[in-house]
Structure formats: C-alpha cells, structure tokens
C-alpha cells in the first residue's frame, strides 16, 4: 500500500470512527423523557380545524405514503415580484393544548418535501400580546423526498412564554410554489430537548461524512457504514 493508500484509509476511519461516537452518544442518551406534549399528530379532524392558513396557504389532510399513517399537506403559493409577505398556516387557539411554553425547551416535527426542488420551512412562536419570537433555528432546509425530522430550540425574549397565543409555519423563501408533509409536532420538555438536539447535530455529522468520503473519493466503501448509523441515528 502506498502513502495515497494510507492516507485514503485514515481518512476514511476517521470519518466513520468520529460519526459513530456521535451517533452512540446519543444512543446512550435516550431513556423514555417525560413532559413532552403533542401539538399536533392529525390523527383527529379537529386539528385541522385549529390550523388557520392565510393568504396564498392551504392545508389539508394527506397520507403518509410510506406508513399510511394521516398527516397534514401544507401548500405555500409562489409569491409575485415586488410584493412582500410570507404565506403563513398559524396553529392558535383551542388547537394549542397549553398557552404555557415556559416547561418545554425546543420544538420538533417531521416534515418531507412532495416538490422536486430545494424548500424551506419557517417557525415564530407568539404570545397573546402580539409578540414575536423565532426559535433556534427558525428555518430549516428540506431537501426533495425522504422525511425529516427538525428540532429548534424555543426562545422567548421580549414576550411572555406562559400565555402563547399561536405557532406560525410560513415561507420566508416564497417565490417559488411549496408544497410540504407535516406530522408528529411537539414540544418537548429540557430533558427531550437536549437528547432530541444531539440526535440532530448526530445527523448532521453523517451527512457531511457523506460529503467527505464522496470529496475523498471514498464513496462507495463508505457509504454503507454511513447508511447503518443513519438507522441508529
């Protein structure tokens, strides 16, 4: 074997080596957490009735196409040039099971892009006042096809997290039509937070391990190893 061969093989270990302590790290992690809620699971009509979408918005309700499970489709019209807004579906009201997000840390949802194209999907969080807040982070990338599962730590400065008015999901990128899948929206309590956050920052390290092996020329001997801590993550 050669230096080039050498150094082709370190670089392939590292990648998979440092993927895989991520990945059980998180593993280790998970004992069942409480105090998480539902937001929405669509598995009754009544939430779709709670979810009030606004100009260029509409959601209905859809099937999960790999489980057959019910799950809301939200459609965000492309916005014309020169006009300014964000097509927004807000959950407010009786749809909210608590005004009181002071007990939750993050919230999460799975979301799967129907489009051929690159989309985007926003989060604000408000208060009963008016006021506005946007999680961390506040929008997500969602690439065409598989679904994903998005995790944003809530933050609440300058409004008051014990009377929560709505929860916005909108376009901020809108001038282009979108089209998503939405289900299992939750707030998820400190302990859930945190074990929800590596899980993400996990698949986060897999996937620029892909990126790597392919740069490296490593594809094909890496990717299945990739493939498998994917299943865990």
């Given at each position: ?5 050498v150094?082709?093989a370190f670089?392939?270990?590292v990648?998979?080596?440092i993927?895989l ?10 004992s069942?957490?409480?105090g998480?809620?539902?937001l929405?699971d669509?598995?009754d009509?009544?939430?779709f ?13 859809a ?14 019209e ?6 300014r ?13 608590t005004?009181d997000?002071?007990r939750?840390?993050a ?10 194209e690159v ?5 604000s969080?408000?208060?009963q006042k ?22 944003a ?5 300058g409004?008051?997290?014990g ?8 376009q901020?990128v809108?001038?282009r039509?979108?089209t ?5 929206v939750?707030?998820l ?16 390290n ?16 890496i ?6 801590l994917?299943?865990?993550?």
């Amino acid at each position: 074997m050669n230096w080039n061969d050498v150094k082709f093989a370190f670089s392939a270990f590292v990648i998979v080596a440092i993927t895989l302590l991520g990945v059980v790290e998180c593993a280790k992690a998970q004992s069942p957490p409480t105090g998480s809620i539902t937001l929405l699971d669509f598995e009754d009509d009544a939430q779709f009735d709670s979810l009030t979408p606004g100009d260029r918005a509409s959601v209905e309700s859809a099937k999960d196409p790999a489980q057959e499970s019910r799950v809301a489709r939200f459609a965000f019209e492309a916005v014309p040039p020169n006009v300014r807004a964000y097509p927004s579906i807000v959950l407010k009201g009786k749809g909210l099971p608590t005004s009181d997000f002071t007990r939750y840390e993050a919230i999460r949802l799975r979301v799967r892009n129907e489009g051929p194209e690159v989309a985007e999907l926003s989060l604000s969080v408000w208060d009963q006042k008016g006021h506005r807040s946007f999680p961390v982070p506040s929008t997500f990338v969602v690439e065409p096809g598989e679904w994903q599962q998005v995790v944003a730590r809530l933050a609440f400065s300058g409004m008051d997290a014990g009377d929560i008015g709505s929860v916005h999901f909108f376009q901020k990128v809108n001038r282009r039509p979108h089209t998503l899948l939405i289900d299992d929206v939750q707030l998820l309590s400190p302990q859930a937070g945190r074990i929800a956050t590596k899980i993400q920052q996990a698949r986060g390290n897999l996937s620029r391990a892909g990126a790597s092996a392919k740069a490296l020329g490593a594809q094909a001997q890496i990717e299945p190893n990739i493939a498998s801590l994917r299943q865990l993550s």
